[in-house]
DNA sequence: CCATTTATTGACAACGTTGTCAAATACTAG
DNA sequence: CTAGTATTTGACAACGTTGTCAATAAATGG
């Protein structure tokens, strides 16, 4: 590789007069400018940020340590938000995965510590409570779709009452007054705070509470993507003898099954029965016919979020929710 | 941060003896050396990489592009596959998104060759054609999921026309022999190849291929999503006197789209028709109902593959075809 | 043309490491 | 106890930069 000096000795004049060039320096006449850069040109020179960050103590480099973040569809927004302000900021992301510590944690920060990157971005790729590392706490860092027990980082996470309240207006809206609730498994935050927002909605709207009306799409041990929960979840649903005549599922993937359970009655969504979800998955949302309404997890928005705090040090320590976009398709809506 | 010189004067030995300390150097007395380590837990010392490799040349860093493939669903287990690997030889991945110059690929590439990156991965969201820029030349690069016009650089890239075969062959073996086929948007390549491989899997069973089998399921400006083609396409496909018993689908998308097709003419799938399909969208397959047998994209092997290719530099300038996995579930078998 | 001032350039140290080699210390044998 | 050897330690240079400051060259004014 190619050096400073080499430059130096082809333009014929000290290395440090390249140095200057190459950082704009003003104080360089024209002529030798025009020398040096030839020779920079000549040699293919390109300056080595390892020795220049030695001097000034800046590795221009920010860790993100990713829990599964970009195998999870989408939640690679989240990276790509927090590169864009990264970016603009002349900094560059080192990720590490840590997959159930097939990389363990500690090795991940430990390379991460040594190579001193500036700040630390800790995402997780769904919503929950993780432990911190002490050794975060040694560099600017801040948390992402998670949170920890003891609040000792700023913290980004989606705000999932928000969006259970959001998911359940947009059908009161449509005069719906017995709305059905297929939720996640309630081991995840995500379940719990949703029906909050649920309940929010209705007590908003003055309607009663109704515990039949919700019902658990997955059990607690399912294998990801078991279609015979929601099955079982509809039926429960439509047996009720006042009968729901819409329905909040607690993912994309609850509704395209739902769709499903309604095609078999001969009940048509859009007309028969109103639905909303959570996820904005893009290969099933819009896909769906009619097209889904759903709540999209703000991923870009918390990685943006989550780098511009570690940019703007003023303000400390705080959790902040980040609020879920309204997707609006057709399936919310009735037409007659 | 603290530095060797530090450790150094507080076990009152010279930097270079910390040195070997830290490196593990047995021509050190124990006595020195437990005197050392307790100054570096004391003072909580962490050796500075970039100054380490500035002695050794070696950045330790592997730079890898990627034209959205973290957006992309699953897409994200190539990073995965390749972290793994480069995790092994003691490499970090640092990750560059380029989504349409957003950050321009020219940046993207100064900024990793000024980190000195020991190599590059250039990984495209799908099959497709790109142009490999100079600069990749100056250091061990490979491609994944993308090719060069001008064979350069390894390349890395699904067996399409495998997955085409294969996906067809499943069909054969359950006795069809009216195999519809709703192709992609003939543009993508994977469209082509697939299609390629159906055909060879019809020849090697003696059946003559029918071009009124294969329709087309996306228009070539459609939206992402749009269910309209797929509708079409099935109906099309159910219209013609010698009826398709089984489809094969250009993605799970596809697939779920025509499940409804089906189910509205009181077809079911798994009784009346079998179908199989490509991609592996874990949100979808596995939750049709029977579950869907998809065609796998080796996106964990592909990443894998490249970052191998990059430690055995034995075998240079190949293209490497990396075979589809068949999953193997329930819709492409009929019970009755 | 000389004395100043100003613009341009270069020598050198430093950043935190490791490699080379020499110095110091400890051990062994006679 | 001494010489000789083996072990342990340290001084110094180097990696490729940039900051500090001094040295040189050019420009200005009288």
Redo the contacts with the bound molecule.
């Keep these: 590789?190619?050096?400073?000096?080499q430059?130096?000795k082809q333009a014929?004049?000290?290395?440090?007069?390249?140095?200057?060039v190459?950082?704009n320096?003003?104080?360089?006449?024209?002529?030798?400018?025009a020398r040096v850069q030839e020779a920079i040109a000549a040699l293919n020179?390109?300056?080595?940020?390892?020795?220049?960050?030695?001097?000034?103590?800046q590795s221009g480099v920010i860790g993100f340590i990713s829990d599964e973040v970009v195998t999870q569809p989408y939640a690679g927004d989240l990276l790509i938000g927090a590169q864009e302000v990264a970016s603009q900021h002349d900094k560059v992301l080192m990720v590490v995965n840590i997959e159930n510590d097939r990389i363990g944690r500690q090795r991940a920060i430990d390379m991460l510590l040594e190579r001193r990157v500036e700040a630390l971005v800790y995402a997780s790729y769904y919503h929950k409570e993780v432990q911190v590392p002490q050794e975060m706490l040694q560099v600017p860092s801040v948390l992402v779709n998670c949170y920890a027990e003891n609040e000792t980082l700023t913290t980004f996470i989606p705000d999932e009452v928000q969006a259970g309240y959001d998911a359940t207006r947009l059908l009161l809206e449509q005069g719906h007054k017995r709305i059905g609730h297929i939720t996640l498994n309630p081991d995840i935050i995500a379940a719990v705070k949703r029906l909050e927002g649920y309940r929010e909605a209705l007590a908003e709207a003055g309607i009663a509470y109704d515990p039949q009306l919700i019902v658990q799409g997955e059990s607690r041990f399912d294998e990801a993507g078991d279609s015979a929960s929601v099955e079982k979840a509809v039926a429960e649903l439509l047996k009720l003898t006042h009968q729901p005549t819409a329905f909040v599922c607690g993912k994309d993937e609850f509704a395209m099954q739902a769709y499903f359970e309604f095609a078999k009655r001969g009940l048509q969504v859009g007309r028969d029965i109103a639905v909303t979800s959570f996820d904005n998955q893009r290969m099933i949302a819009p896909g769906l016919s009619p097209g889904l309404t759903t709540m999209a997890l703000p991923h870009f928005e918390m990685g943006q979020a989550a780098m511009n705090s570690i940019f703007n040090q003023g303000d400390d320590m705080v959790t902040r929710l980040i609020p879920f976009s309204v997707i609006e398709r057709q399936s919310h809506l009735l037409k007659n």
Tied chains: 1, 2.
């Design positions: 590789m190619v050096s400073i000096k430059v130096a014929g004049v000290s290395f440090k007069t390249v140095s200057r190459v950082n320096d003003p104080n360089v006449r024209e002529e030798t400018r020179y390109r300056p080595n940020r390892a020795a220049r960050m030695m001097r000034n103590q």
